[in-house]
């Protein structure tokens, strides 16, 4: 059973800086899309940026320019570097790993981790 680990969540001011992790274990299978969710409160959960196997990497227009998302495909975990935050990006972050099994395509979720953005 894969199981999806993100960690690095916190509290920072508004323009700052923070960095979440994110891990896949369970799995001797490269993971083959990894990416990032978010759901604030009273909000619907929202994509916030993708990144393939193979380096294909595509961002919301929300968080283009401002967020990273990189990964260590030997190790199936990814990093998410998190810059000028806003108050708006506070949300509880989701990492989600897609896995080909044979003809099935199986998606796992972390548990979330928590960031808050004071203004």
């Known amino acids: 059973q894969v199981q999806v680990v993100e960690s690095g969540g916190g509290l920072v001011q508004a323009g700052g800086s923070l960095r979440l992790s994110c891990a896949a274990s369970g799995t001797r299978f490269s993971i083959n899309s990894m990416g990032w969710y978010r759901q604030a409160p009273g909000k619907l959960r929202e994509w916030v940026a993708t990144?393939?196997?193979?380096?294909?990497?595509t961002y919301a227009d929300s968080v283009k320019g401002r967020f990273t998302i990189s990964r260590d495909n030997a190790e199936n975990t990814v990093n998410l570097q998190m810059s000028s935050l806003k108050p708006e990006d506070t949300a509880v972050y989701y990492c989600?790993?897609?896995?080909?099994?044979?003809?099935?395509?199986?998606?796992?979720w972390g548990q979330g981790t928590q960031v808050t953005v004071s203004s």
């Open positions: 989600k790993a897609g896995l080909y099994l044979g003809t099935s395509y199986n998606i796992y």
């Open positions: 990144i393939t196997s193979g380096g294909s990497i």
